[in-house]
Structure formats: C-alpha cells, structure tokens
C-alpha cells in the first residue's frame, strides 16, 4: 500500500526556520496537505494543494513541493507551533488517503 | 458555525461492533464529503475511508475493506462509521472530517472532536 514518510521529530530554537519533510512516489501529480496536532486535540489544516495557506494560518507556515517530496517550512518558529505535523495525500488513483506518520516539532 | 459534532465514548468487547455519529450543522451536509480518520493513543493519524453523503458512495482503506461501513441519515445530517469484528488493535480516537469545504477537494477544512473507542474484555 501507498506510504508517506516523514522524519520522527524536529527540533529548533525559537526564531529559526523549521523544515519537515514528506516523501512518496505519488507526489509528482497529487497534491500535499499539512495538518498541526497540539496534545489532546483534533488536527488543524495549515497548508492545502501543496502551498497554499488557509485563512488564519500565520504567514510563518508555507508549502512546497518537488519531485517525491513535500516541504512544510516554519518561518521563525514560535513555542506555540510545538506540536504533532502530518501530511496528507492520495495515492495514484486518486481513492485512498493515507497521512505520513507523524513529526514532533519541539521549539525551545 | 460550521461544526461536526460525534457521539460519546464507547466501549466495546472483542468481537462486536461500533457505531460511531457525525452530526454536521452549519452548511449544507450532502454537499462535501465526509473522511474518517482515527488514531491510537500515542500514534499517528490513520486515513480509514470516505463518503459522499450525497450519493451515498464510499471508499475504504484496504486495511478496513470488509469491516467498516459508511452510512448517513441526510434527513438529520448525520454520518454514520461502523466497524465490525473489533479488536484490542482498534482502541483510538476516531475522527470525522469535511473534504472539500471552504478549500480543496482533499482538503479536510472542520473536524469533529473525536470519539474514543475502547476495546477491552
């Protein structure tokens, strides 16, 4: 089955630039989706179609995306941005989603 | 407001199943899809299927493909996600989401708070 992968954590200071990566083949012709989980609550989409940003996202959080892989970047990380990220995508045909396993962001 | 609002916790013994609701308010509910997605305390997010409360039509992860069923009740603008056989391995939160609201397609715009599913003998 199709897979997205993602590194375990990151980890930054506060004022650096995160950077959080996810991978799969299917990434050339579908799109990425980023969503934020702080503890205990439901996730939060904050990047759509690669790199487009929902209203009331802070300018801090874009998108890209080459080839294989989807890049969630964080401007000037803020202590408040600690918290679980996932991407999003479908595989090839278009039917089944499927959500990278997951990057602790730690800002301190 | 636009919101998505689930039944309450569940327990459940091996071998049984579990319904879980998604009520919509705030937008016309046969218009976006709703998604399921549940996770395990600890774990990641895992994408479970999707249906057009619309036409009825559905999706399934393979991994649930002939345990889970997608309902809805449009008169009540309620979905409905019922998974059958459970096993310890099914103990998480579930969640449902709106596709394609306010943004893309795929895009999951208004989540429910989660339901919490215990399976324990």
């Known amino acids: 089955s199709y897979e997205l992968t993602q590194p375990p954590s990151v980890s930054v200071s506060p004022g650096q630039t995160a950077r959080i990566t996810c991978s799969g083949d299917?990434?050339?012709?579908?799109?990425a989706y980023w969503y934020q989980q702080k503890s205990g609550q439901a996730p939060v989409l904050v990047i759509y179609?690669?790199?487009k940003r929902p209203s009331g996202i802070p300018e801090r959080f874009s998108g890209s995306s080459s080839g294989t892989m989807a890049t969630l970047t964080i401007s000037g990380a803020q202590v408040e941005d600690e918290a679980d990220y996932y991407c999003?995508?479908?595989?090839?045909?278009?039917?089944?989603?499927?959500f990278g396993g997951g990057t602790k962001l730690t800002v301190l | 407001q636009v919101q998505l609002v689930q039944s309450g916790a569940e327990v459940k013994k091996p071998g049984a199943s579990v319904k879980v609701s998604c009520k919509a308010s705030?937008?016309?509910?046969?218009?976006?899809?709703i998604n399921w997605v549940r996770q395990a305390t600890g774990q990641g997010l895992e994408w479970m299927g999707w249906?057009?409360?619309?036409?009825?039509?559905?999706g399934y992860a393979q991994k649930f493909q002939g345990r889970v069923t997608m309902t809805r009740n449009t008169s009540i603008s309620t979905a409905y996600m019922e998974l059958s056989s459970l096993r310890s391995e099914d103990t998480a939160v579930y969640y449902c989401?709106?596709?394609?609201?306010?943004?893309?397609?795929?895009?999951?715009?208004?989540w429910g708070q989660g339901t919490m599913v215990t399976v324990s003998s």
């Open positions: 179609e690669d790199s």
């Open positions: 989401a709106r596709a394609g609201g306010s943004y893309a397609i795929d895009a999951f715009d208004i």
């Open positions: 299917a990434l050339p012709k579908k799109y």
């Open positions: 249906m057009n409360p619309n036409s009825g039509n559905t």
């Open positions: 705030g937008y016309t509910f046969t218009s976006y899809d």
């Open positions: 999003y995508s479908t595989d090839s045909s278009g039917n089944h989603g499927v």
